[in-house]
């Protein structure tokens, strides 16, 4: 069964570096999201993107972040000066056209120190 | 906005008992419900979902009805078992289309434990 997949499983980093995170979404989906949960918190949403622009952001998605679909199969998550809050798991999702249903990788552990 | 809220956990049953896990929402339009699933260690999976009132979405022993009247989307099963222990989310999506693009919104997630 197709499924999505996220490297790296786990991730920590410096206050301040720039961290990419990697999600290959099921091939002939169309529709992509990243949202992240903050340990002991809910999941939120951060942004969707279709036809190789967003879609839609939340107030989360401010300048650090950016996402791209650098080679039609990849779709990746960067921020760029990471603060100490940004520690959290972050999961990518995918859907195909006309559907309902989100299918979500198994995230990705971001820990910021 | 939209909302979703779950009843406060954790929840620890033992083996076939009954499970009830509550989730309200609050939304704008006519949305699709869901209930996830997360496993230890593991990403979040579908569990069932359902798209219109009165609509009950099914899966692996668990149901859940659309009531719109109520507002709600309860997860109920019959019989738990140990393997069913993991944490579980309701979410709604106002669906694609519109200025929506399916974006979840997700409730806080519940706890489940069920011992031997």
């Known amino acids: 069964e197709p499924e999505v997949t996220q490297t790296p499983s786990h991730q920590v980093t410096q206050m301040g570096q720039e961290v990419i995170l990697r999600c290959v979404p099921i091939s002939n989906h169309l529709y992509f999201y990243w949202y992240r949960q903050i340990l002991g918190q809910k999941v939120e949403f951060l942004v969707s993107?279709?036809?190789?622009?967003?879609?839609?952001k939340s107030e989360i998605f401010d300048d650090q972040f950016s996402v791209e679909r650098p080679d039609g199969s990849n779709f990746t998550l960067k921020i760029r000066s990471t603060k100490l809050e940004d520690s959290a798991m972050y999961f990518c999702?995918?859907?195909?056209?006309?559907?309902?249903?989100?299918?979500f990788g198994p995230g990705t552990r971001l820990l910021v120190l | 906005g939209n909302s979703v809220t779950q009843m406060e956990g954790p929840v620890t049953l033992s083996e076939e008992a009954f499970l009830t896990i509550n989730c309200t929402y609050t939304a704008t339009g006519y949305p699709s419900l869901f209930w996830y699933v997360q496993y230890p260690g593991e990403g979040l999976q579908l569990l069932l979902k359902a798209t219109k009132a009165d609509d009950k979405g099914s899966n692996k022993g668990f149901e859940a009805t659309y009531r719109k009247e109520t507002t709600s989307f309860h997860l109920e099963k019959g019989s738990v078992q140990v393997s069913d222990s993991a944490v579980y989310f309701c979410?709604?999506?106002?669906?694609?289309?519109?200025?929506?693009?399916?974006?979840?919104?997700f409730g806080q997630g519940t706890i489940l434990t069920v011992h031997p």
């Open positions: 999702a995918s859907r195909g056209d006309g559907q309902e249903t989100q299918y």
């Open positions: 979410a709604l999506s106002e669906g694609a289309g519109g200025t929506s693009y399916g974006k979840l919104t």
């Open positions: 993107f279709y036809n190789n622009e967003i879609s839609e």
